[in-house]
């Protein structure tokens, strides 16, 4: 278990997560332009969140498409 952290408006926030999930997690908040070791607005935050909706969508719909496919085969 490993903890990620982020600082919120000058609120730290941490949670533990298994060790895989929160290097994506640091990962993907340092890609979102989310800094893990200093304050943040939560404008951040949400487009961090808005971007992984985003893909999850589009990951969705690929795997509707790759459905579709195989059904026709």
Do not use: W
């Not at 993907?28 to 939560?42: F, M, Q, R, S, Y």
């Not at 949400?46 to 999850?56: G, H, N, V």
Request: aromatic share 6%.
């Amino acid at each position: 278990m490993k903890n990620v952290g982020v600082t919120v408006c000058g609120n730290r926030y941490e949670i533990k997560l298994e060790d895989d999930f929160a290097d994506f997690i640091n990962k993907d908040l340092t890609e979102a332009g989310v800094n893990l070791h200093t304050d943040n607005k939560p404008d951040k935050l949400l487009k961090a969140y808005l971007r992984l909706a985003k893909q999850a969508t589009s990951y969705e719909d690929e795997i509707e498409l790759l459905i579709e496919t195989l059904d026709g085969l």
